[in-house]
């Protein structure tokens, strides 16, 4: 079987004759297969990436011969969906599908082809009396392509795709952090959860930002006590609760006991997992700040009796009163033994933490 | 002013810088705008906290749109959003929206009867991403991705420089 050993490989051009359907014989079946082995070696370098070099090309030739000893021994165990009309189509599809490749953005496989071609030549002795053994298929035998291997123009745009999609999930992996999910399902989820929390953020970034507002300070003063080295873990304070317009003392005193049911929760959570206390707090709309901090904001404000103080009317203005901003805060502290009393400024400190609510 | 910004800063800073000044362009604005309206007095009678908050975070993506460019589609569709919403500002948005977008509604995006699958949530998520298909999708998450990043990082140097 003369091959064509083009440098180009573009060219597709198989000199030989295919068989017609009258000479449609084992013999010409067969002549198909080589073409479809070469077909799909070919294939096969344009997957790894250009050839990578004559070695793999040599590697992955040594592979068909192999394949056509299998196939021949034992009839075919691989599977290659290899249909037997489209090859009756001649050389025409095949080109077709090479001048597709050769379109492509493979470009440097014109040298790895022509090597692939070379060193089919060797083998193709070995592959010569293998064809007599595969003289017992049938002629229309439907056959499973190994993977990796398919010839079929719908199953190489699949391939396509498929390899496009994982490499663009794999630059997704390096921006999302968390990435060391493996499965793609997972992967995904870690990345529409990116997104989610990039979102909220910027929601509650345009909420600090209310000139002279009250709004979610405590992020910002966690995040500044963060540099500090302190013990710190910046919640997104939601929007539904500030908006609201809150009733001084109605609220002060409600938010007194569900606050100090609040911090229960949170001692007890912060016992087995920091993490699951960090989320419950984020859930109510709290972040957790060192007591060194607090004791300093509610000294430096000076009017730290009320609890929960009214959005509206700042208790804890600044005396000057043109301070930065005036964080309506009622400072919490959460210790082991007594009970959060608000606004204590300077009591014993026990644990390092505080609750704080915006 | 607008074309000649952008002639500047076309490619010369980077989208972090082109957002940067965008954003605080756009905030200076607002708050002129509010001081007008309100006088002296605190914001939260006059306009309501909501609305600022949401104006902000309204301004906040404008400014990234506008700093990206027509280059990419999720962008494009974020200032079509924004344009329709300035322009009906009340009456039923999602009616405007639907008729004018061009939607390409193939077999994949319109769930049938499952669940909404992953590549769904993610397309409500991205802006535009209905109209996507998935290669396509994650090649516009990856960008959208570096944006909101730089956005956010962006906005958190602000707010520190603004209130501390």
């Known amino acids: 079987m003369p091959i064509n050993s083009n440098g180009n490989g573009n060219s597709a051009a198989k000199p030989r004759d295919l068989p017609d359907e009258t000479d449609n014989t084992n013999v010409g079946f067969h002549n198909n297969f080589d073409e479809s082995v070469i077909l799909a070696s070919k294939l096969r370098q344009h997957q790894i990436s250009g050839g990578g070099g004559s070695a793999a090309a040599a590697a992955k030739m040594m592979l068909h011969p192999q394949f056509l000893m299998a196939s021949a021994r034992g009839g075919l165990p691989q599977n290659d969906v290899i249909d037997g009309s489209s090859f009756k189509g001649g050389d025409g599809s095949i080109q077709e599908l090479f001048n597709g490749f050769g379109a492509g953005s493979m470009n440097g496989t014109g040298q790895a082809s022509s090597q692939s071609m070379q060193h089919f030549n060797h083998p193709q002795g070995g592959a010569m009396p293998a064809q007599n053994f595969g003289a017992q298929l049938k002629p229309r035998q439907r056959v499973r392509a190994r993977r990796g291997q398919a010839t079929d123009p719908h199953s190489i745009a699949e391939r396509l795709r498929r390899e496009r999609i994982a490499e663009r999930m794999k630059a997704l992996q390096e921006l999302v952090p968390n990435a060391n999910k493996t499965d793609k399902a997972s992967m995904l989820d870690e990345i529409i959860d990116y997104v989610k929390f990039l979102q909220l953020q910027v929601k509650v970034l345009s909420m600090s930002r209310l000139g002279g507002g009250a709004a979610a300070v405590a992020p910002l003063v966690a995040d500044m006590s963060s540099e500090a080295g302190g013990d710190c873990i910046q919640a997104g304070a939601k929007g539904g609760s500030l908006a609201r317009p809150s009733n001084g003392s109605q609220t002060a005193r409600t938010n007194d006991s569900s606050l100090t049911v609040t911090e229960h929760q949170v001692a007890k959570l912060m016992e087995e997992d920091m993490g699951s206390a960090m989320q419950y707090l984020q859930g109510k709309g709290l972040c957790l700040m060192p007591i060194s901090l607090a004791t300093a904001i509610s000294t430096a404000t000076c009017h730290s009796r009320s609890p929960a103080i009214n959005n509206n009317h700042h208790p804890l203005l600044q005396p000057n009163g043109e301070g930065p901003t005036s964080p309506s805060m009622s400072v919490l502290t959460v210790q082991s033994a007594t009970m959060g009393n608000v606004g204590v400024d300077g009591g014993a400190a026990k644990d390092a933490a505080s609750v704080s609510k915006p | ?164």
């Open chain 2, 1 to 164: 002013m607008a074309s000649k910004h952008t002639i500047a800063t076309r490619h010369a800073q980077g989208i972090r810088a082109r957002f940067a000044s965008r954003f605080l362009r756009s905030l200076l604005r607002l708050r002129r705008s509010s001081n007008r309206f309100g006088g002296s007095q605190s914001n939260d009678e006059g306009i309501g906290k909501r609305i600022r908050t949401d104006r902000i975070k309204i301004a906040a993506y404008a400014a990234m749109a506008r700093a990206v460019g027509p280059r990419r589609t999720w962008s494009r569709a974020l200032l079509f959003k924004l344009r329709n919403r300035a322009r009906i500002h009340g009456v039923s948005r999602k009616r405007c929206l639907v008729s004018e977008k061009k939607r390409i509604t193939r077999n994949k995006v319109v769930a049938t009867s499952s669940e909404p699958s992953r590549a769904d949530t993610l397309r409500k998520l991205v802006p535009g991403g209905d109209s996507m298909d998935t290669c396509v999708l994650l090649e516009e998450t990856a960008h959208y991705i570096k944006c909101l990043a730089t956005q956010v990082t962006v906005m958190q140097s602000i707010a520190d420089r603004l209130l501390l």
